[in-house]
């Protein structure tokens, strides 16, 4: 066997490794004209070829040998880098090549199938290039079209021309369960006898609930954090506020700041916000209302309502709810932290509560707006844990039966102007299953809700007997 690579030698020989072995080369045209090479390789163990059976003998050396070559034109043993190694090196290794050329074919083909393929995607990276060139481009002209730059106002922070409404991703993320520790608070001051809770006379409409729709659906929260909220519109706005400003509030999280603002429901279907306002003091729960130019809330982990002046973009004013049952004492009855629930109906602002000394019946309340001070209390005899939720119409609150159940029912109402409370069986659907808010808005009469990341609306009729 070879023991060593071969190396060119001058005058067109091969040295094979061992002292004295060597090929010898040679190049001429046979008598045909054709151009040939010949090489002769001496035997490294025979003086001379025996008679029997020397050609088969020949051609097992000669096969012998040109596997040996093939391993070291594999290895690339031979060759040389002057002209005269690139000739013979050449010369040497037709011959296996040959041998290979099937193989060397089918690799070629391979290749080729592989650069078609390249090709052909760079093409569609191309193809997809410009279509996202051509979407940005529709971006930038709806949101020209559809949010004008300064109806944000100077120097806030506008969110515009996304195409959907910004995921609020709170770290961590926290839902809020049922219950917490029951700590001791102090009584409720005596409860005010006054006649506040009268509809007044412009509000000749008032009437009692007497049919409630099916919910039409107006948008859909699209993280986590929208499991459950809060969406709402001013009956009574503020300039440049109007009627047809909507707002939202994903309430899944503990830190939850961000009030989104559209300029219509039908850009809160769509999922363009006009504007983020992010709250000084994170909120608590589904009770927010919007209603004379503010966000009326209770701020996380305390019994206080505050107001926020969403045309300041501050806190106006803030005052404790007096022994009101907070963070998961006196819950509607699907959790959610929502002890204290703020309504708003054609008499004004109202807080739904209970306390300790109502030992968790609803306790409601007539609030000043501008100051949040207490005008006058109720004390029902509806358990604030037995209902879904609840909402006031023409002084009067209702309490709906179940938040998962789909064909719940309005089953209680009380009056306040009788301060006397009745049983109901007004049909309520929960289409979605998991009704973690209600509000009445006076304006529209219709019911605002948020039934499992949809915001919804109920159609209701009023009757004047």
Not at 82 to 109: D, H, I, K, Y
Request: charge should be neutral; hydrophobic fraction near 35%.
């Amino acid at each position: 066997m070879l023991g060593a690579w071969l190396t060119l030698l001058l005058g067109g020989s091969l040295a094979l490794g061992a002292p004295g072995d060597t090929a010898l080369f040679q190049r001429a045209d046979d008598a045909g004209g054709r151009c040939t090479y010949t090489f002769t390789v001496a035997s490294p163990g025979e003086a001379s070829c025996p008679e029997a059976g020397g050609v088969a003998q020949l051609r097992a050396e000669l096969a012998g040998l040109a596997a040996r070559l093939s391993r070291l034109e594999g290895s690339g043993g031979f060759g040389g880098s002057g002209p005269r190694g690139a000739e013979v090196g050449g010369a040497w290794t037709r011959g296996p090549q040959r041998a290979a050329a099937g193989g060397c074919e089918e690799l070629l083909r391979d290749k080729e199938r592989l650069e078609e393929d390249k090709r052909r995607l760079e093409r569609e990276k191309e193809e997809l290039s410009r279509r996202l060139e051509s979407s940005t481009q529709e971006i930038a002209r709806l949101r020209a079209a559809r949010c004008p730059p300064g109806t944000g106002g100077p120097g806030r922070d506008t969110l515009r021309g996304s195409s959907k409404a910004p995921r609020w991703e709170p770290e961590p993320l926290g839902y809020q369960e049922l219950k917490s520790e029951r700590t001791e608070l102090p009584a409720s001051r005596l409860l005010e006898e006054t006649a506040l809770g009268r509809p007044r006379a412009e509000d000749s409409d008032c009437g009692e609930l007497a049919w409630v729709g099916a919910p039409v659906v107006l948008g859909r929260a699209d993280s986590i954090a929208g499991k459950y909220g809060v969406w709402m519109k001013d009956p009574e706005p503020v300039a440049p506020f109007t009627r047809e400003t909507t707002w939202r509030v994903d309430t899944v999280g503990t830190e939850v700041r961000q009030l989104f603002q559209y300029e219509a429901a039908e850009q809160l279907a769509r999922g363009y916000p006009a504007k983020v306002h992010v709250l000084p003091r994170p909120l608590e729960s589904t009770g927010a209302v919007v209603y004379r130019g503010g966000l009326f809330f209770q701020p996380r982990r305390s019994r206080a309502l505050a107001r926020y002046d969403l045309r300041a973009e501050a806190i106006s004013a803030e005052r404790e709810l007096p022994g009101a049952g907070y963070h998961g004492q006196y819950p509607y009855s699907w959790g959610g932290y929502t002890d204290i629930d703020l309504a708003v109906d054609e008499t004004g602002l109202w807080v739904v509560y209970s306390t300790d000394k109502a030992k968790g019946a609803i306790v409601l309340s007539k609030l000043d707006p501008e100051t949040l001070e207490i005008r006058r209390t109720w004390e029902t005899n509806i358990r604030k844990q037995s209902v879904a939720n609840s909402f006031v119409i023409c002084g009067t609150l209702y309490t709906v039966s179940s938040y998962s159940a789909p064909n719940a029912t309005v089953n209680f109402a009380y009056d306040t102007a009788t301060g006397t409370s009745r049983t109901l069986s007004i049909p309520f659907e929960n289409r979605f299953q998991y009704l973690s808010m209600v509000d009445y808005n006076p304006a529209e009469r219709q019911l605002f809700a948020w039934d499992s990341y949809n915001m919804v609306a109920y159609p209701i009729r009023l009757s004047h007997a």
